[in-house]
């Protein structure tokens, strides 16, 4: 599939239609404006798109053809092609989608007793290079545009429509880094946190990045309430640099300095997600040097279990001593979860299908 692909980001996608899922409520006004239609044609776009979820300019009868047809002649509404669906014993349902050029993404949902979240992917790949990480492992192909985030979310709603259910959550930690995607990442939080979108609250929308420290200080200034996570690792910038090459260019200092600023600007709490990688970050002395880093934050350590990679070498650490480094951190007053895991059978983590898919298609 991505062999078809290799020049994709050239003419070919000037010449494409933009789907009409990349534009916010205001800039679906200002379209309409430009084409002399009335502004509160945009709010009954929007029904149609986000409430009704159809997947035609045709369907939107309270529209008057002359515009419908504009419509079809601007935009295209973003379909995904379903080439893969897992479904795992706790309820855990991996898609992997087809693009419009070839490329194959993921898209997870998750159900927890307080509602559905949805897991979405930001970028075909990812160029950061995380050495425990599926999605890295073929580099960074090409950013998502915002449609085909929203896209994603809206797949998943359809499905939830059959059973008569919704995504009451996000979380922006699928294959790629949301912040090498900036603009699209903050089009695609505004168009599913708009109350005429899909009205997802900003609270119940979470984006994590590996600590691309330009883009926290800007994500801070937003104003937005969305929720915030960290990929930290690591409780000293030498072992952090070993896991995450990221932090050759912006080192810890650096990040903590970024992540300060966030959260007195933001008066938000943080996450910290934190894997455990076997034998290498998960010393009960690792425990107590990332409680000293982190004491006195507003924030949340999340432990996350290594999930294994066939590509990369880590293993597990024992049960017990995950238990016991989370003990060490409430011991220093620290606010700390282990990451329950979900679809652990069907390869739901991060770019794990998509990389598998990838082998294949190389055979
Ligand atoms: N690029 C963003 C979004 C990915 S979120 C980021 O780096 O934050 C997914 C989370 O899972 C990140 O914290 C990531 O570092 C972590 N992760 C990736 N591969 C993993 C693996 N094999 N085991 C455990 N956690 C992993």
């Known amino acids: 599939m991505e062999g078809k692909q290799k020049d994709t980001f050239t003419e070919q996608n000037f010449e494409r239609k933009p789907s009409i899922y990349s534009l916010q409520l ?14 509160f044609r945009a709010t009954q776009i929007f029904d149609w798109l986000y409430k009704k979820r159809v997947d035609h300019f045709a369907e939107m009868s309270n529209l008057p053809k002359g515009l419908r047809e504009k419509l079809e002649n601007h935009f295209i509404i973003t379909t995904l092609k379903t080439i893969a669906k897992h479904s795992s014993q706790d309820g855990t349902l991996k898609f992997l989608f087809e693009l419009h050029d070839g490329f194959s993404i993921e898209t997870v949902l998750m159900r927890h007793d307080y509602g559905n979240s949805v897991c979405v992917t930001t970028q075909v790949g990812c160029r950061i290079g995380c050495t425990f990480c599926a999605s890295t492992l073929g580099g960074l192909k090409r950013n998502l545009e915002a449609g085909e985030i929203v896209a994603q979310v809206l797949k998943v709603q359809k499905v939830l429509d059959e059973t008569n259910e919704r995504v009451s959550s996000i979380v922006v930690m699928g294959i790629g880094e949301p912040f090498d995607n900036y603009q699209s990442l903050l089009s695609f939080l505004k168009i599913v946190n708009d109350e005429k979108g899909l009205n997802i609250g900003a609270r119940h929308i979470t984006v994590s990045t590996s600590g691309i420290v330009p883009r926290i200080y800007d994500f801070a200034n937003e104003g937005l309430q969305i929720n915030f996570a960290i990929s930290l690792h690591a409780p000293n910038t030498e072992l952090r640099s070993r896991l995450m090459p990221i932090n050759k260019a912006y080192d ?17 709490r943080v996450t910290f997600e934190y894997g455990l990688f076997g034998g290498v970050n998960d010393q009960i002395e690792h425990a107590e040097e990332l409680a000293r880093l982190i004491k006195g934050l507003k924030c949340h350590v999340n432990l996350i279990p290594v999930n294994y990679v066939p590509e990369r070498n880590y293993v597990r650490t024992p049960r017990k001593q995950i238990f016991e480094f989370e003990r060490t951190l409430k011991k220093h007053g620290i606010n700390v979860t282990i990451r329950r895991e979900q679809g652990h059978d069907i390869e739901a983590a991060c770019g794990q299908l998509r990389a598998k898919e990838r082998k294949e298609e190389a055979r």
């Not at 205001?26 to 502004?39: A, T």
């Not at 810890?252 to 938000?268: C, S």
Request: charged residues 40%; glycine residues 6%.
């Open 26 to 39: 205001n800039e679906l006004e200002m379209w309409l404006k430009e084409q002399g239609e009335p502004k």
């Open 252 to 268: 810890l200092e650096k990040l903590m300095d970024a992540v300060r600023y966030y959260i007195e600007k933001t008066g938000r």
